[in-house]
């Protein structure tokens, strides 16, 4: 073996791929868990036939052109568009937030100018550089009725931590629009893969120079290859959480975690869309997924049954699966500390990547792309 990566996720995988194809070298791939793909597997279900993405709703879209050629050699895409509705007080709305949700919301039938106008009148009271935390970041954006209704109370749902202590970034992934247009995401393409996430990820692997064990933990001594075993004496990528690698020395990173409550349901279509947002408090859930929308083009789908995810967001404990770096100030502190650790382990070579290893928030192009330079710049130069 010349190269281990510890993680099978899209960047783990990646990295694999590059240094099999790219430059002929034996890879190996551990991976904790039973199956490959990290986050972005996806399985049938096996009372439906439905394709469910275990670990959450999993969309793929990208402006960046040599990602979109990278992925296109392992799989084919449909030309799915995301749209997601917010129900708020017994009515569903359009999001991201656009004209129709800003005339439905207000009853009113204005034009572009008029709405941008009124939205502007309504965020004025908070400066755009006086912007601190989230909460002011949204009112600055959309003014208090809209952030009130569709992001104060979903957001506090979701991240479990005061609106006014979250970073004012979180909420600039969500455009404002003053057209009808309510297509989720801005990207160049966009599409989910024709058979399914984990065929395009067993593919990217189908190299005779790699190998995966799976069910295998990189911290467990009793395998061979541990990282007592392994480090220092053979490259490494480690894709696992970046605290973990260090055994906590600089305290725990803050991390949410995700329950899903799947259910299959006796009707051919439950919600009438993939994704639907519950923005009331008091609907403990944040978002409910109907899988069957992801691939409308599937002729095989039952017409009598159907399966949905209730997804509920909370704080991860040691045992759960940590989803979204919370990135507090307090996070971010210890963050420096583990960084300066990753960069002095470099000399053991070992390099630290994707969103558990960086403590980053990587949609899959992002952590495809930053694989694809890793690649390049830190994972070629260990072999010439
Ligand atoms: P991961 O997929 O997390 O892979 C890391 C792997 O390392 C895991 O399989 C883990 O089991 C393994 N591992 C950890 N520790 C060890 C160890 N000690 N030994 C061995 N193996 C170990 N992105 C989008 O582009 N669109 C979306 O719609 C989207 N939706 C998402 C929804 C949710 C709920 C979540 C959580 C993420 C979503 N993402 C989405 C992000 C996407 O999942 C990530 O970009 C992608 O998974 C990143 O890949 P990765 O390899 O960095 O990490
Ligand atoms: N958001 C919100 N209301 C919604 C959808 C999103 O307030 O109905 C906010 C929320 O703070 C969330 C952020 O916008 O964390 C980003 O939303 P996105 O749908 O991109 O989040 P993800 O799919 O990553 O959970």
């Known amino acids: ?27 190996t791939v551990i991976e904790r868990r039973s199956h490959l793909g990290g986050n ?10 439905i394709e469910v ?20 050699q392992f799989t084919q895409f449909t030309d799915y568009q ?8 017994g009515e569903v709305y359009p999001l991201p937030i656009n004209l129709g949700t800003i005339n439905q919301f207000f009853r009113s039938a204005l034009g572009p100018d008029a709405a941008r106008e009124m939205i502007a009148e309504q965020a004025a009271e908070i400066a755009s550089d006086q912007v601190t935390n989230l909460e002011e970041r949204a009112i600055s954006l959309i003014g208090r ?24 970034e979180i909420i600039s992934r969500l ?11 801005n990207d160049t393409y966009e599409g989910l893969p024709v058979d399914g996430y984990t065929a395009w990820l067993e593919r990217m692997v189908d190299h005779p120079l790699i190998e995966v064990r799976l069910d295998t933990d990189y911290f467990d001594a009793d395998q061979p290859l541990s990282k007592e075993r392994v480090r ?17 020395c600089h305290g725990r990173l803050g991390w949410r975690t995700l329950d899903f409550e799947r259910e299959v349901l006796p009707t051919g279509d439950f919600q009438g869309t993939s994704v639907m947002n519950y923005a009331d408090a008091q609907t403990p859930y944040t978002r409910i997924h109907e899988f069957r929308h992801f691939h409308p083009e599937r002729t095989d789908y039952p017409g009598d049954k159907t399966v949905i995810m209730r997804e509920y967001s909370r704080f991860a404990d040691l045992d759960d699966e940590p ?12 963050l420096e500390q583990y960084r300066a650790l990753a960069t002095r382990e470099a000399t053991q070579g070992v390099v630290f990547g994707g969103r558990l290893g960086t403590y980053q928030y990587l949609d899959m192009h992002m952590a495809i792309g930053a694989a694809l330079s890793t690649f390049e710049n830190k994972v070629t130069p260990l072999f010439t």
């Open 232 to 248: 220092g004496q053979v490259p490494v990528v480690y894709t696992g959480p970046l605290d973990r690698y260090f055994d906590f």
């Open 323 to 334: 989803y979204y770096p919370v990135n507090t100030t307090a996070d971010r502190e210890k």
């Open 40 to 49: 972005a597997y996806s399985e049938t279900d096996p009372e439906t036939g």
């Open 145 to 168: 009725p809209l952030y009130e209704a569709f992001i104060r109370d979903y957001t506090a749902k979701q991240w479990q931590t005061p609106v006014t202590d979250l970073p004012p």
């Open 53 to 72: 993405h275990r670990y959450g709703a999993h969309l793929f879209h990208t402006s960046n052109k040599k990602v979109w050629d990278y992925v296109n």
């Open 1 to 27: 073996m010349d190269l281990l990566i510890v993680g099978s996720g899209f960047f783990g995988l990646t990295v694999a791929e590059r240094a099999a194809r790219v430059l002929g070298k034996k890879v």
């Open 175 to 185: 455009p404002v629009r003053y057209t009808y247009n309510n297509r989720y995401f």
């Open 82 to 89: 995301h749209r997601v509705y917010s129900t708020y007080r």
